[in-house]
């Protein structure tokens, strides 16, 4: 049988997640069920259910986090559960409806708005005293900040961002005499360099390298360099056409018009045929100095990408390829070296991990302390001991204390590709998806208009048209959403 959980979850979860968290505090935190019987000498630590999603390398990292929380105090003692994240969502809601909630969870994707008006997690209010959940919300850097708040309460515990900056092959762009981009004006440049126009070029298949391309997914992160905000919180209105957004989606139907959309949807398609997992700025050939771009927006995980590639090149004795990462660039048509306002310096779009603490958790205090623990704010930890993880994960941290820790300082000089994404970090001007109800379909919902105005040569008069229609009907389904969630 297939459940409506948006409406189910209006009332029947809430209703069912206020039993369970009444039975939840009177009963308090469990001792582990299979430990021997508690003494007074020596009490058992209390048993925290923590549902995750991580594999692969990170898993190893994760696993030695919860060791060492584990190993350095004895009120409690997390279990981790790796989740595949497929029907994650409808697994929780069935575990809060059926009293046996998680007691925190890590998550990534933009569902807090969704989880917290529908009660299926706690304000962290609720959890751990006011002080404490304050000096956790000031420790919190802005971008992380704006991922645990909802409705400027806090929900969540950030535990890791994830920036986009450009990634450039440096070589490339030093053997054509070109400087890593600054300004919208240059990477425009830079894309003309290595795909020139003609009278044909729409008729013609663009062959590698290219210099840059936008994806139709990113108006999210170019918006906020056009001074776009997409979200008015006071008016709680999406804001989506604009004229900073408009600007935006011209500029990056610009390149469909320059080019051809369809030869951009074929050129984008040849990246799925690269093997394995290849980055596409990467060459693939030993020979080769590019891969299928130049420049690229990504974010940091790369890094790993770029190491392991360096490393291969000089155990086969191949000349070195640099590479460098720099912001996204501001518009700046008057060449003073500042943007042309609303333009912005070192914006883009942000999102990362979080904690949450679903409602009904038998040992929700455990979670927190373990969050806590995580982020370098506990007790049991110090900056230091803390960044030690992050570093070995290739994570950003999201406290200034792990990020000045020597440690993380030590990290960054030895991966020194990293400090400009850690830097970016710390702007105000990093925005994430906004924390509404309904945030996931916001998301696809852009990201479609997007594709749709880049795939159609749509003119700036269709565009501006497009933006103010779909804002219409985006805003309307997002209120019928908070609507059900009342």
Request: hydrophobic letters at 40%; one cysteine or more.
């Amino acid at each position: 049988m297939k459940i409506d959980w948006q409406n189910l979850t209006s009332k029947t979860i809430r209703l069912c997640c206020l039993a369970v968290a009444a039975l939840a505090c009177a009963t308090g935190c469990q001792p582990q069920p299979s430990q021997p019987s508690t003494t007074a000498s020596s009490p058992q630590p209390s048993e925290v259910v923590f549902w995750h999603f991580w594999g692969g390398a990170d898993r190893a990292v994760v696993d030695d986090i919860v060791r060492q929380f584990n190993d350095h105090q004895q009120r409690y003692h997390v279990r981790a559960i790796a989740m595949p994240g497929n029907n994650l969502q409808a697994k929780l809601f069935l575990a809060v409806a059926g009293g046996d909630p998680p007691d925190i969870i890590n998550q990534d994707d933009p569902v807090l708005a969704d989880w917290a008006k529908r009660g299926v997690i706690q304000p962290l209010k609720n959890v751990a005293d006011t002080a404490d959940v304050d000096s956790v919300t000031q420790s919190l850097l802005a971008p992380a900040r704006k991922l645990s708040l909802v409705d400027d309460e806090l929900y969540a515990v950030c535990n890791g961002l994830d920036i986009r900056a450009l990634i450039y092959n440096q070589t490339a762009l030093e053997q054509a005499g070109l400087d890593p981009p600054k300004t919208i004006q240059q990477l425009d440049a830079i894309a003309s360099y290595f795909a020139p126009t003609t009278n044909d070029t729409r008729s013609k298949r663009l062959q590698s390298p290219v210099g840059y391309l936008p994806d139709s997914r990113r108006l999210w992160a170019w918006g906020p360099v056009f001074g776009a905000n997409f979200f008015d919180p006071s008016a709680r209105q999406i804001s989506l056409d604009s004229p900073s957004t408009a600007n935006a989606l011209q500029w990056m139907a610009g390149y469909g018009q320059r080019y051809g959309a369809d030869n951009l949807a074929a050129f984008r398609q040849g990246d799925q045929s690269l093997p394995g997992k290849t980055f596409p700025l990467l060459p693939v050939d030993d020979d080769a100095v590019t891969g299928r771009y130049v420049v690229m927006m990504d974010g940091q995980w790369r890094i790993r990408d770029l190491t392991s590639f360096q490393q291969r090149r000089a155990d086969l004795n191949l000349p070195k390829i640099k590479f460098g990462v720099c912001p996204l660039p501001f518009v700046d048509r008057d060449r003073d070296g500042q943007p042309d306002l609303p333009s912005r310096k070192d914006a883009g779009w942000v999102n990362g991990n979080f904690f949450v603490v679903p409602a009904g958790a038998k040992c929700s205090a455990g979670g927190w302390e373990f969050a806590k623990f995580w982020i370098g704010q506990s007790q049991y930890n110090d900056a230091d001991s803390a960044a030690a993880w992050y570093a070995k994960g290739g994570w950003i941290p999201v406290t200034e204390d792990l990020i000045k820790s020597q440690t993380y300082q030590d990290h960054q000089s030895e991966h020194p590709l990293m400090k400009t994404f850690v830097r970016l970090a710390g702007s105000s001007h990093q925005y994430p998806i906004p924390a509404v109800p309904g945030a996931a379909i916001l998301k696809r919902a852009v990201e479609n208009l997007t594709y749709e105005a880049m795939m159609n040569d749509y003119q700036p008069d269709a565009i501006k048209t497009l933006l103010k229609e779909r804002s219409a009907e985006i805003q309307t389904q997002l209120g019928d959403i908070e609507g059900q969630s009342k």
